[in-house]
């Protein structure tokens, strides 16, 4: 089985900036190869995490992704991500609430919530003047809106299946779990939400609707982690909300974002009129007689406001910090050749995968093919040219070469 996908959600109130976040991080940084991935709804696209390839360090020219790109040296591993249908206020109660929000909203692994930074956005979406919104407000709002539809969910799923067998059943744990599972809730999130949640010593057929309500949001809060995107921060205005949304929500929680100033880079990027890699904190004009007044301007001013200012755009940063801070997630590559770094076709380092941070070389060996896992005998460190046994946990920036009783190929 493959790594196991993940899917990262955009949410906020109307008129925040969700899809034009979504077009910039799902607007591929160049020709790109294909993805991995086998289902694409509508709403759903591929972004990219950037890391500095392995390939600079092992000292070689250049690799060759099989999925994804690899920019001077900077690798871009795709990812899923999910325009999670508008939220407003009062949804999980039922108001405005239609069923596709929940069931986007239920794939979700984590979640980047875009909150509009420049306080010109009210709570029902209309616009209004900047800075008589207030984005903390709006932050809190929308978190408990989400908090209320987890445990309305949770505790109905609890009243329908688990309550009625929970007293009787074998194994509860294994119950909750897979009542849960529709939620893209993992048993390890269950686990430590019951101990997070100061439940560990009360069996769950003594449970209460309130140790449920508690349970819940725990889970919640495990299960699909939240970023705050501050966006539109190249509206002067918002530098003072970013600081209040992160004294609020903590430094690490908040990423100050402007999903415009991405989308016109990549862009430009893309029509070839500027040089641009994302997550950079700095773009060059190609040919400025091909830009128009206007064109300029534009670029110009998130020159000014946006990269000098805050180093980058943030949508680079949002989508890594979602994927390895927020999931632990580790990259590593599997190759066929530990000398050389190659599949036997001769690809430079053709995979990229993001695995979870305590995956062993065994469990690799089965996300590259079950046959590999079946009949692992060992593994190399191709870095350190090293023997790793199956327990091996890997660590980010390995490269790993599976050796088995039976071949990939044979399999
Ligand atoms: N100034 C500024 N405006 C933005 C930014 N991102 C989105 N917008 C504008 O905000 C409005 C709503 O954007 P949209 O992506 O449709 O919001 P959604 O309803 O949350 O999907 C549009 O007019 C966008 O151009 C940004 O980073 N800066
Ligand atoms: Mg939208």
């Known amino acids: 089985m ?27 940084p160049a020709k790109i190869a294909n993805h991995p991935f086998t ?23 250049g690799c060759n992704p099989r999925s994804g790109l690899c920019i001077s040296g900077q690798r871009f591993i795709p990812v899923k991500v999910i325009d999670v249908a508008g939220l407003i206020p009062g949804a999980s109660t039922g108001r405005g609430l239609g069923n596709k929000f929940m069931d986007d909203l239920r ?49 109905r799923i609890w009243e329908s299946k688990i309550s009625r067998y929970i007293a009787s059943s074998q ?16 048993r390890h999130h269950v686990i430590e939400a019951v101990r997070r949640a100061g439940l560990e010593g009360k069996p769950f057929k003594n449970w209460t609707l309130e140790d449920v309500g508690l349970f819940a949001v725990t889970l919640r809060e495990i299960s699909k982690p939240v970023i705050i995107a501050a966006n539109k921060i190249d509206v002067p205005i918002a530098a003072d909300y970013v600081k209040e949304l ?19 880079l990549r862009k430009a990027a893309q029509n070839g009129l500027i040089e641009y890699i994302p997550g950079d904190s700095s773009f060059r004009v190609k040919e ?29 940063e949002l989508l890594n910090t979602a994927v390895f801070k927020k999931l632990g997630l580790i990259v590593v590559y599997p190759v066929e050749d530990e000398n050389r770094f190659t599949d036997h076709y001769g690809n430079i380092l053709p995979d990229a995968y993001l695995v979870p941070g305590n995956t062993t ?25 090293r023997r790793i046994g199956e327990d091996h946990i890997l660590e980010n920036g390995d490269v790993v070469k599976i050796v088995a009783a039976k071949s990939k190929r044979e399999a």
């Not at 196991?4 to 925040?16: A, H």
């Not at 969700?18 to 607007?27: G, V």
């Not at 070389?361 to 040219?385: I, N």
């Open 361 to 385: 070389a065994r469990e690799l060996a089965y996300m590259v093919h079950t046959e590999l896992g079946e009949s692992f005998l060992y593994a190399v460190d191709a870095r350190r040219k």
């Open 107 to 155: 794939q979700a692994d984590v979640l980047i919530h875009v909150v509009d930074a420049s306080g010109s956005t009210d709570l029902e979406g209309n616009p209004v003047p900047p800075g008589t919104q207030d984005p903390v407000e709006e932050a809190e709002k929308i978190l408990n809106e989400i908090n209320e539809w987890f445990k309305a969910t949770v505790t």
């Open 171 to 186: 194994a509860p744990l294994d119950l909750m779990v897979q009542n849960l599972s529709g939620l893209s809730v993992k």
């Open 288 to 316: 400025a007689s091909r830009l128009t007044g206007e064109q300029l301007k534009a670029l110009k001013l998130i020159e000014e406001n946006v990269l000098k200012h805050y180093g980058s755009t943030g949508v680079q």
């Open 39 to 61: 289902t694409i709804e509508p709403n759903i696209g591929v972004g990219h995490v950037r890391v500095k390839c392995a390939h600079v360090e092992l000292g070689l020219p």
């Open 246 to 264: 992160k004294k609020r929500f903590g430094d690490e929680n908040v990423i100050p974002v402007s999903a415009l100033g991405e989308y016109i």
């Open 2 to 28: 493959p790594p196991p996908e993940k899917l990262i959600g955009v949410v906020g109130k109307t008129n925040v900036g969700k899809s034009t976040l979504f077009s910039a991080m799902t607007l591929a």
